[in-house]
């Protein structure tokens, strides 16, 4: 893609079931054509042998005839109405359900139409211009948000205008080079998980205790289905169109941290330890394609401290969840701890840092197994610790003994360990998520709040609604 963009003629080798997600992301990225040479099947299910003919008899002749054979390129995409636009439909409101969800501009679901009314009232959350670019253009669309697709994405999901802050730092986040957004639509289908930090989780009603990952409440609900439609709308990002998931995953509740209970036990919050100031107001996001439930009681073992039993099974977690057949240097493993948990470590005297490293001593996994996964997934051409270390991929410890049943950390470092306090207060649960791979890297992005932002907060509808409400918001 990149190369036909920049005028230099190329050929695009694939699996079969990928040749029109491969000419639906060319003419988004307005190559009308690209030749597309496949491997039938899925190439990961040959063998050496199988693949050697299929590249000498299909691929290589297929190159060729793609580099010197000239052809009229396609139309690009349409260009759809994301940005300021002129009222695209007037009817009833089923039709415009219908009109929306044709065209796959949902995600299946009914909506809030985006009437202009309403996308206006997000804006006056903002202090930016309403055709303002807020990030790089993004693969595969190629398209640059603005707030005002973020207003309309954000109305469609069921936000709340005054969730627009919020909203617009997710997409920045998203945005970002580190983040790599456009991988979301890999094999795994991972979706990004979210964590709110700051006075803003109160003051727009966001649950942080009992059932924060469950459907409930508005802010959390529909900040994390925004998702859905940032994906589909901005990126295109589309189920059986340019998305590749093989089995996809629901979207994430947005997840807030219970900053109270990180101040009163004196623990830095995740976005303190991301180098936020206490009082700013941030949110941060990892890709994640798999979590485990399970209780840290069920190791019923007292004669030791409470803390190292709970450390050790959690560590035992990660270890599991982790890719068993890439290297630890990128993971970004995600804890989230009920407060019950976190008080056993408290009450040990550890900090935040101390429960990491207790964590990260527990990943250990045989070296023998590590290696053995290694050499099944020929992820890379190197399947001994050794050679990882010797290529400065992991440090020497991993290789301070050539016992094959010796333990080695699962995570390279206990920094890349992060620790969210959150969900029930009475109850003794935590789980644990994994990054994937190379992609979604934990990436943290400040929320900007409007100048008149208190005098908005004090006559907004959210405010009275909270107040009626009885939620703790303040």
Not at 94 to 115: A, F, H, K, N, S
Not at 438 to 460: C, R, V
Request: proline content about 7%.
């Amino acid at each position: 893609m990149a190369a036909e963009r920049a005028g230099v003629p190329a050929v695009l080798n694939t699996c079969e079931e990928f040749v029109s997600q491969a000419h639906a992301i060319a003419a988004l990225g307005g190559v009308g054509y690209i030749p597309v040479v496949n491997y039938p099947g899925h190439i990961d299910t040959y063998s050496l042998e199988v693949r050697n003919t299929y590249i000498s008899e299909l691929i290589e002749p297929g190159n060729e005839e793609g580099l010197t054979t000239q052809v009229e390129g396609g139309a690009a995409a349409a260009v759809e109405p994301l940005e300021t636009t002129p009222i695209i439909i007037k009817s009833t409101w089923d039709d415009v359900i219908t009109y929306y969800r044709e065209r796959q501009w949902t995600d299946g679901l009914p909506i809030v139409p985006p009437t202009t009314e309403k996308v206006e009232e997000f804006l006056k959350y903002t202090d930016y211009p309403a055709d303002e670019i807020l990030t790089r253009e993004l693969p595969p669309s190629y398209r640059q948000p603005t707030p005002w697709t973020v207003a309309v994405n954000g109305v469609m999901a069921g936000c709340r205008p005054e969730y627009m802050p919020v909203l617009i730092a997710l997409t920045k986040l998203w945005g970002h080079v580190d983040f790599d957004v456009q991988d979301s639509s890999s094999t795994p289908g991972w979706e990004p998980m979210n964590v709110l930090n700051g006075p803003i989780t109160k003051q727009l009603g966001f649950n942080y205790k009992t059932g924060v990952m469950n459907a409930g409440f508005q802010g959390n609900s529909s900040v994390g289905r925004f998702w859905e439609f940032f994906q589909r709308n901005i990126l295109e990002i589309r189920t059986q169109f340019t998305e590749k998931g093989t089995f996809g995953q629901n979207y994430y509740m947005l997840i807030a941290e219970n900053d109270d209970y990180c101040k009163s036990v004196g623990w830095d919050t995740l976005s303190v330890q991301r180098g936020f100031k206490p009082e700013d107001n941030v949110v941060t996001a990892t890709s994640c394609i798999h979590f485990m439930h399970d209780t840290t009681y069920t190791i019923p073992e007292t004669t030791e401290p409470w803390s190292k039993n709970h450390m050790d099974y959690i560590g035992y977690m990660l270890g599991k969840v982790n890719h068993a057949y890439r290297t630890p240097a990128d993971m970004t493993p995600l804890v989230l701890m009920s407060p019950v948990v976190a008080q056993v470590m408290v009450d040990d005297g550890l900090s935040k840092d101390d429960v990491r490293k207790g964590i990260w001593a527990g990943t250990g996994i045989r070296a023998s197994d590590w290696e053995r996964a290694l050499g099944v997934f020929k992820i890379k051409p190197m399947y001994k610790l050794s050679d990882f270390v010797e290529a400065g991929d992991l440090p020497a410890l991993y290789t301070e003994s050539d016992d094959p049943n010796r333990l080695v950390p699962k995570i390279k470092d206990w920094e890349q360990i992060k620790l969210v306090v959150t969900g029930d207060p009475g109850r003794n649960r935590v789980i644990v998520t994994r990054q994937n791979a190379e992609q979604g890297y934990m990436t943290s992005m400040k929320i900007e709040l409007p100048e008149n932002w208190d005098a908005l907060m004090e006559e907004s509808q959210l405010r009275k609604d909270l107040v009626a409400s009885g939620i703790e918001f303040m």
